[in-house]
């Protein structure tokens, strides 16, 4: 069943907006890094004062206030669905998941939050030339009401996605794609509950077009798995950029995409990225990177340094271990 007609969309309209609530229960601030004072900003990466739905934005509620428009509807089984090409949601607060299925379709200045074993904040089907930005993509809490995944390409196949300047957080992953633009986000205040692998931004693998994350504040404050993830499940990795992020937590802050007897990786670049140790001595509890390979065709490291350094860390110290 579809809420639609002009006569919904009018009264919607008609009723005045609410501000911009910043509605999470959990509430949000940047922690202190190392040459960044209390905040990512301070060294001109992103945080909670430059992602995210632009402070003073008015939402209108999904559904009460405001139930569909050109393009997208609210399902009362609990989500909204776009589902026309070229559609554009903005200045909404969106309590469920939002399920794209339409290309060329933008998303912004909207705050989605929603929670649950499974819940995805943004799910991206066979899609292509979407474009999320200046949007806050929450959970609920850190634990329970948290998000399995805040922006998620469930079949691995969409194309030309673009997600600028984006905060989200309370989610197990943030991020979840294969190919695209990932920056001037702020992820971070990682959500957990037992059995889940934390992840800030995670490629699986098996796809060749180009994947570039850049000037991103990926944050992971916990103990695994990563803030940057290259994993072999469907495939071999190659065709990716990963430049001048701020980067801390997980396991081990980057995986480079090498599994042990997997395929040769190949145009993997992480360069210019800062490694900060706000919660483990380096970066990640065992290391800054792992599983990059330096001998697959065209892969790059350089440039990479602490925060509040200029001196490059020269490489890793594990490449591909045993554990």
Same mark, same amino acid.
């Given at each position: 069943m579809r809420f639609?007609?002009?006569?919904?969309?009018?009264? %919607?309209? !008609?009723?005045? &907006?609410?501000?911009?609530?910043?509605?999470?229960?959990? #509430?949000?601030?940047?922690?202190a890094v190392v040459g960044c004072g209390d905040a990512p900003s301070a060294c001109g990466f992103p945080d909670q004062s430059n992602t995210g739905v632009p402070k003073g934005t008015p939402l209108l509620q999904v559904p009460s206030q405001i139930s569909s428009g050109p393009g997208w509807y609210y399902d009362p089984r609990g989500w909204v669905e776009v589902d026309t090409d070229g559609a554009v949601l903005s200045g909404l607060y969106i309590p469920c998941t939002v399920d794209v299925s339409a290309s060329d379709v933008t998303i912004?200045?909207?705050?989605? %939050?929603? !929670?649950?074993? &499974?819940?995805?904040?943004?799910?991206?089907?066979?899609? #292509?030339?979407?474009?999320?930005?200046?949007?806050?993509?929450t959970g609920l809490t850190a634990g329970t009401g948290r998000m399995m995944t805040g922006i998620k390409d469930l079949y691995a196949d969409s194309t030309g996605l673009t997600i600028l300047r984006d905060n989200i957080r309370l989610a197990e992953t943030g991020v979840q794609l294969e190919s695209g633009l990932v920056q001037d986000n702020y992820i971070h205040a990682a959500g957990f509950v037992t059995g889940d692998h934390v992840n800030g931004v995670t490629s699986n693998g098996g796809g060749s077009d180009l994947l570039t994350i850049t000037h991103n504040t990926i944050l992971i404050d916990r103990g695994q798995t990563d803030a940057i993830g290259l994993f072999e499940d469907f495939g071999v990795q190659q065709n990716r950029v990963i430049?001048?992020?701020?980067?801390?937590g997980g396991g081990y802050s980057i995986y480079g995409g090498q599994n042990t007897d997997g395929p040769a990786t190949s145009n993997i670049s992480i360069t210019d990225n800062q490694f900060s140790t706000i919660y483990y001595p380096h970066a990640g509890v065992y290391g800054?990177?792992?599983?990059?390979?330096?001998?697959?065709?065209?892969?790059?490291?350089s440039g990479n340094s602490w925060t509040g350094t200029t001196a490059d860390i020269d490489g890793p110290p594990i490449t591909i271990p045993g554990q």
């Amino acid at each position: 069943m579809r809420f639609s007609g002009l006569a919904l969309v009018a009264l %919607a309209v !008609s009723i005045v &907006s609410v501000p911009f609530l910043g509605s999470s229960p959990e #509430s949000e601030s940047a922690p202190a890094v190392v040459g960044c004072g209390d905040a990512p900003s301070a060294c001109g990466f992103p945080d909670q004062s430059n992602t995210g739905v632009p402070k003073g934005t008015p939402l209108l509620q999904v559904p009460s206030q405001i139930s569909s428009g050109p393009g997208w509807y609210y399902d009362p089984r609990g989500w909204v669905e776009v589902d026309t090409d070229g559609a554009v949601l903005s200045g909404l607060y969106i309590p469920c998941t939002v399920d794209v299925s339409a290309s060329d379709v933008t998303i912004e200045a909207d705050e989605i %939050a929603t !929670s649950g074993p &499974s819940a995805i904040g943004i799910s991206l089907r066979h899609t #292509s030339n979407v474009t999320i930005q200046d949007s806050t993509i929450t959970g609920l809490t850190a634990g329970t009401g948290r998000m399995m995944t805040g922006i998620k390409d469930l079949y691995a196949d969409s194309t030309g996605l673009t997600i600028l300047r984006d905060n989200i957080r309370l989610a197990e992953t943030g991020v979840q794609l294969e190919s695209g633009l990932v920056q001037d986000n702020y992820i971070h205040a990682a959500g957990f509950v037992t059995g889940d692998h934390v992840n800030g931004v995670t490629s699986n693998g098996g796809g060749s077009d180009l994947l570039t994350i850049t000037h991103n504040t990926i944050l992971i404050d916990r103990g695994q798995t990563d803030a940057i993830g290259l994993f072999e499940d469907f495939g071999v990795q190659q065709n990716r950029v990963i430049t001048d992020n701020l980067l801390a937590g997980g396991g081990y802050s980057i995986y480079g995409g090498q599994n042990t007897d997997g395929p040769a990786t190949s145009n993997i670049s992480i360069t210019d990225n800062q490694f900060s140790t706000i919660y483990y001595p380096h970066a990640g509890v065992y290391g800054y990177i792992t599983h990059f390979s330096f001998d697959g065709s065209g892969n790059t490291w350089s440039g990479n340094s602490w925060t509040g350094t200029t001196a490059d860390i020269d490489g890793p110290p594990i490449t591909i271990p045993g554990q």
